[in-house]
C-alpha cells in the first residue's frame, strides 16, 4: 500500500495519555512524552514498576500511576492508548478494548498493532520535526534526528520570532506577502548556518 501516514501535531496540553507497562519501554515512552510538554496528563498501570518511572513519579507528581493489572475500565477518561508491555496478549487486548471504544493505540515494536506511530522528533525552540520510518527501522528515524538537531542551529528559533513579527506588520495582499517572505527566507534556504548575514537582511523588513 505504501506510505500513508498521515502527519499530525497533536496539543498535548489537551490530551489524555494512558500508558500501561512500567518497565524501561514504558519509561521511554514517558520520557518522550514529558519532553514535549513536561505537564502533559499521563496515567500509568503496571503490575511493577522499574526504578528510572519511581524517579520519574519524584520528579512529576502529577503523573497519576496505579500498581496493578490492565482491565477494560482502565480505558475510560482516556484519549490516547501506549502499551509497552512484553504480553502479546495483552497487546492484542489492549488494542480490541480501546478501538471499541475509538480510542487510538500505540503498541511499542509491534507497527501492525499501531494505529500511530511516534516518530523522532527534533525541538528547537518553535521549530519542530517528527521523522517516521513507517515503523520500518526506529534507528533510522534516531539518526536522521541527530543530523537535523546537529545541523540546524539554535537560533533558529529567532528567526522565526522576526518572522512572526515581520508577517503581522507586512501590508498589501497575500501574493505580495509571499513574495516578500520568499525573498527572505530564500537566504536560510540555501545557507542555513550563516544566520548572521540573514538576521542582518531580515533587519532591513523590520
Given at each position: 500500500?505504501?506510505?500513508?501516514?498521515?502527519?499530525?501535531?497533536?496539543?498535548?496540553?489537551?490530551?489524555?495519555?494512558l500508558i500501561i507497562g512500567g518497565g524501561?519501554?514504558?519509561?521511554?515512552?514517558?520520557?518522550?512524552?514529558?519532553?514535549?510538554?513536561?505537564?502533559?496528563?499521563?496515567?500509568?498501570?503496571?503490575?511493577?514498576?522499574?526504578?528510572?518511572?519511581?524517579?520519574?513519579?519524584?520528579?512529576?507528581?502529577?503523573?497519576?500511576?496505579?500498581?496493578?493489572?490492565?482491565?477494560e475500565s482502565d480505558i475510560e477518561n482516556t484519549d490516547i492508548v501506549i502499551a509497552a508491555t512484553n504480553d502479546n496478549s495483552?497487546?492484542?487486548?489492549i488494542k480490541q478494548v480501546a478501538n471499541a471504544k475509538n480510542i487510538l493505540v500505540n503498541v511499542a515494536d509491534?507497527?501492525?498493532?499501531?494505529?500511530?506511530?511516534?516518530?523522532?522528533?527534533?525541538?528547537?525552540g518553535d521549530l519542530k520535526i517528527a521523522i517516521s520510518t513507517?515503523?520500518?527501522?526506529?534507528?533510522?528515524?534516531?539518526?536522521l534526528r541527530e543530523t537535523f538537531d546537529e545541523n540546524i542551529p539554535d537560533e533558529i528559533d529567532e528567526v522565526l520570532h522576526h518572522l512572526q513579527l515581520l508577517r503581522t506588520h507586512l501590508k498589501g495582499d497575500f501574493r505580495n506577502k509571499l513574495e516578500i517572505l520568499n525573498k527572505i527566507t530564500q537566504t536560510l534556504s540555501h545557507s542555513p548556518e550563516d544566520l548572521p548575514r540573514?538576521?542582518?537582511y531580515l533587519s532591513r523588513y523590520r
Open positions: 500500500m505504501g506510505n500513508t501516514l498521515f502527519p499530525v501535531f497533536l496539543k498535548t496540553e489537551n490530551i489524555r495519555f524501561n519501554v514504558g519509561f521511554e515512552k514517558v520520557s518522550a512524552l514529558l519532553k514535549q510538554n513536561p505537564e502533559a496528563k499521563i496515567r500509568i498501570i503496571a503490575k511493577t514498576f522499574g526504578h528510572d518511572l519511581k524517579e520519574a513519579f519524584n520528579q512529576y507528581p502529577h503523573i497519576e500511576y496505579q500498581v496493578k493489572e490492565f482491565e495483552l497487546h492484542q487486548k509491534q507497527p501492525d498493532l499501531c494505529d500511530f506511530y511516534l516518530g523522532s522528533i527534533v525541538k528547537k513507517n515503523g520500518k527501522s526506529p534507528t533510522i528515524a534516531k539518526r540573514y538576521m542582518d
